[in-house]
């Protein structure tokens, strides 16, 4: 389990992460959701000991990352899959870590199968791999030490697609054993496959969180008419007081329910081709939506105060070349 509480870290008189409180449960792949710069790479950072935090704290099962005898076989992390070291092997990179954590080095092997690395790929160098490559031998790096608890910030960046697939599946089976996953990513829709609940984070706060159901459930109904009677149905929907935002692909998204804007499109003789609950274009309004009222709320803030808005992290979001 991962513990996070009233977690702060202040840049001189600016905030990277404002009083962030969330659990990561066992069983469970959270998804950790933000806008570059909203504090989603300073709060991993500072799970995993790279960062000290001003206040607050974050724990795994109950401790400090700093104080685990072993880090390696109780917290999995993937923060930069660039970051490896570039003269060495991929088989040279997973030995280091099973000597340091003192395992069997059939181990290197494992995962070197595990996450479908070839024995000649295994003999390259890194700075020969893809990005995806890079990020396959990051996750066995992670895995190596069988932890209970995975870290891991855009662990999709430069997976084709059949690799997106196979990390998805990854992570739901490690969670399904009893792991606890703690997933961020600028994939919406990678995120709501996967994911069980979502922390979404704007400008260093938590703006929401809990279940995917049940973020999903208030993110309301996408419902589609003909191109004539499109007006008609957004000015039914305003009439009783609901939202309405009309998409490029010509869909409306509201905040009523099904079955009310079913009624409501009764009543004013419109004609439905589609009515349905928002799945993944709801995510992708409550995230923007989310995370566009807070940066306002910061900037007013800002503007108020007469002081500049805090940089934004350093966030790796290019998928690059596939596996």
């Given amino acids: 389990m ?12 600016q905030l990277a992460v404002d009083d962030v409180s969330f659990t990561a449960a066992p069983g469970r792949v ?15 950072r500072v799970m995993t000991g790279l960062t000290r935090p001003t206040s607050g704290s974050a724990r795994i099962d ?13 917290v999995g992390v993937l923060l930069d899959a660039s970051a490896q070291h570039a003269g060495r092997t991929g088989r040279e990179t997973l030995a280091i870590a099973q000597r340091t954590m003192g395992l069997p080095r059939a181990r ?24 995806g490559m890079r990020q396959r031998l990051g996750i066995a790096t992670a895995l190596i030490g069988d932890p209970r608890v995975l870290i891991l910030d855009e662990p999709a960046n430069g997976l084709d697609p059949a690799g997106i697939r196979w990390m998805r ?15 961020s990513s600028h994939l919406l829709h990678e995120i ?3 994911a069980d609940d979502l922390v979404v984070i704007g400008n260093g706060r938590i703006v929401a969180q809990g279940s995917k159901a049940e973020l999903l459930e208030a993110a309301g109904t996408l419902v589609r008419t003909g191109e004539h009677t499109r007006d008609r149905l957004v000015a039914a929907l305003h009439a009783a007081g609901l939202t309405a935002s009309l998409h490029g692909d010509g869909s409306v998204h509201t905040d009523g329910s ?31 939506e989310l995370t566009a009222q807070s ?3 910061a900037a007013d803030h800002e503007h108020q105060a007469g002081h500049p808005a805090a940089p934004a992290e350093s966030t790796q979001s290019t998928e690059g070349a596939a596996a």
């Fill in 30 to 44: 959270t998804g950790f959701l933000g806008p570059n710069g909203a504090g989603k790479s300073t709060s991993m």
């Fill in 108 to 131: 290197v092997a494992q995962m070197l199968a595990t996450v479908g690395l070839t024995e000649a790929e295994a003999e390259r160098r890194v700075r020969h791999y893809s990005l």
């Fill in 192 to 194: 709501e496959v996967v």
């Fill in 258 to 288: 099904p079955e009310e804007v079913g009624a409501l499109a009764l009543s004013a003789h419109v004609a439905l081709t589609e009515l349905r609950s928002a799945d993944s274009a709801g995510l992708e309004e409550m995230f923007l």
């Fill in 295 to 297: 940066q306002r709320d």
């Fill in 62 to 74: 109950g401790h400090l990352f700093a104080d685990l005898p072993n880090p390696g076989r109780e």
């Fill in 2 to 13: 991962i513990t996070i509480e009233g977690l702060t870290k202040a840049y001189g008189a």
């Fill in 169 to 183: 599946d990854l992570l739901r089976d490690f969670a399904d054993a009893g792991g606890t996953v703690l997933l």
